[in-house]
């Protein structure tokens, strides 16, 4: 088909030809035109941490430990005899040692641990205009975050130090002649611990006396958490107890905060209901008591016990809220929406960079933080509780002093089962209310991006889809401009697209 009968066939469809090859031309016009290309650019993952940071306040937490001896060294020797003309004898000692008490003790004020992290995205284009204000379009993302703290609390110990080493020696000499010998006193090393307080007990000789040793009351002593028995008329219907709160959270992400929250009981009080339904002339318990001489048995059933009474208890919530910064350092001065003169450098918000302009090809270094905020409840949570137990029994066998039988067991305790009738929402009285930045977390480099001005044209290349989509406009140019010579005169839709081709 010769080039005559192509431009007859182009002509007989020539509306249609010129409307496609038209849409081509002003196709690849603008996108010639176009000076920037936006990239998505991904900071990668920004994770954050912070370790042993108060959680009163915005310091790292008050840690302090030592030791502190308290006792003497001694040393030197004695002996006795002597010699005259060459003639005689020596015995002597000697020795050296010390003997003491070493005090040591940790305290913590009480700390908080982090994680964070974060993703950082913008849409950064390729070349921009000179003086042009363009956006980044900048966001971030929490997308994990963990927070574990621990309440305050002392450790301390005692240990007992003596150490000796000595040496007996003896010489004796006739006439000038000589014999002497030396041996070795018997060496005395003692290191034993005679005291351990830990958060939640005082230890006697730890080490020494075995865990539970005669019950467990020398050894190894609770602070707190003993019952003390609540007594009416000379019967037991309850019990108090306290504890020694040691409050530690652990939490996770939540929204767009991270949250962790913990108790620990100060004070619980229960009564007995079977016990005091007894005092009051309603039996609910069946008790035996056998006393035959050395022989000494009682067995006690109760169907269903009991207990009910108020809780005390030491609550913390933690909410820790944080904010990605950033550092923006320019390889060379910037305009930025607000300001007068141009900057090297921006800091605030990631998400939140404002309108910049440029007047030559910069290169932009971030340099990611937190801004975190930690809120610190702490509060008395006062509540009511309830437990219970089924088919409950006592047990209790002796013969003279000796007790061959001491137990109290209940199907549910058997069984597994939990002992918790209810608990009621409680009343939190607030001691501690604080919000403060949450210290301590490191700063991330992230990697740096390049935008080229209209004026670096040269060095700035463009993408690939580019030059394809220009040449085809290009084409449909020519195209559209050799059937409209066939065809009739250039229209103003023509002109149009040549002189934005000239233009670009």
């Keep these: 088909m010769n080039t005559k009968i192509v431009a007859a066939h182009a002509s007989t469809r020539w509306p249609a030809t010129r409307n496609t090859l038209l849409m081509l031309c002003v196709f690849g016009v603008a996108t010639a035109a176009e000076p920037a290309f936006a990239t998505a650019y991904d900071a990668g993952p920004l994770n954050f941490a912070t370790q042993d940071q108060s959680m009163w306040g915005a310091d790292n937490a008050f840690v302090a430990s030592g030791t502190k001896f308290v006792g003497t060294g001694f040393g030197g020797g004695s002996s006795i005899g002597g010699f005259v003309a060459g003639t005689g004898a020596e015995v002597g000692a000697s020795g050296a040692g010390v003997v003491g008490l070493n005090f040591g003790y940790t305290v913590d004020s009480g700390s908080v641990n982090a994680n964070v992290g974060f993703g950082a995205a913008a849409e950064v284009p390729h070349a921009v205009q000179q003086g042009q204000s363009f956006n980044l379009g900048t966001s971030s993302a929490l997308n994990q975050g963990t927070i574990s703290t621990q309440s305050p609390v002392a450790t301390a110990d005692m240990t007992l130090l003596a150490q000796f080493s000595g040496v007996i020696y003896g010489q004796g000499c006739l006439a ?172 605030g918000a990631w998400a939140d960079l404002p309108d910049l302009a440029l007047s030559e090809t910069t290169t932009f270094t971030p340099t990611f933080w937190l801004d975190a905020s930690l809120t610190n409840n702490t509060n008395l949570d006062l509540g009511l509780i309830g437990t219970y137990d089924f088919l409950k029994y006592e047990l209790k066998l002796k013969v003279g002093d000796l007790t061959l039988l001491d137990s ?75 059937f409209e010579r066939k065809r009739e005169p250039r229209d103003a839709r023509i002109n149009f697209c040549t002189k934005g081709l000239a233009h670009a």
Excluded: R
């Excluded at 003390?228 to 000379?234: A, K, L």
């Excluded at 949450?438 to 463009?462: E, R």
């Design 176 to 347: 000038g002649l000589c014999s002497s010998s030396a041996s070795p006193l018997p060496s005395i090393n003692i290191n034993q611990k005679i005291l351990a307080l830990t958060a939640n007990e005082l230890e006697f000789l730890p080490g020494v006396i075995p865990n539970g040793a005669d019950g467990g009351s020398v050894a190894h002593t609770p602070l707190g958490a003993q019952d003390s028995p609540i007594t009416w008329n000379g019967s037991e219907i309850g019990s108090v107890s306290t504890n020694v709160p040691n409050v530690a959270t652990n939490g996770s992400l939540s929204g767009n905060s991270i949250s962790s929250s913990g108790s620990d009981p100060l004070l619980t009080a229960t009564l007995d209901l079977p016990d005091l339904s007894s005092l009051a002339g309603f039996p609910t318990n069946v008790d035996i008591s056998i006393n035959k001489g050395p022989f000494e048995f009682e067995a006690g059933f109760s169907p269903l016990d009991i207990n009910i009474g108020p809780q005390l208890s030491l609550g913390q919530d933690f909410d820790l809220t944080p904010t990605l910064m950033v550092d923006l350092a320019f390889s060379k001065p910037v305009m930025i929406a607000g300001d007068l003169l141009p900057q090297w450098g921006w800091e």
């Design 408 to 482: 109290t067991e209940s199907l549910s305790q058997l069984l597994g089962l939990s002992d918790t009738l209810f608990t009621t929402p409680t009343l939190n009285i607030p001691i501690w209310d604080n919000t403060f930045d949450l210290g301590g977390f490191n700063a991330i480099a992230a990697a740096p991006f390049t935008i080229y001005t209209d004026s670096d044209t040269s060095t700035a290349v463009p993408e690939p889809p580019v030059v394809p989509v220009f040449l085809l406009g290009l084409g449909a140019l020519a195209g559209l401009v050799y």
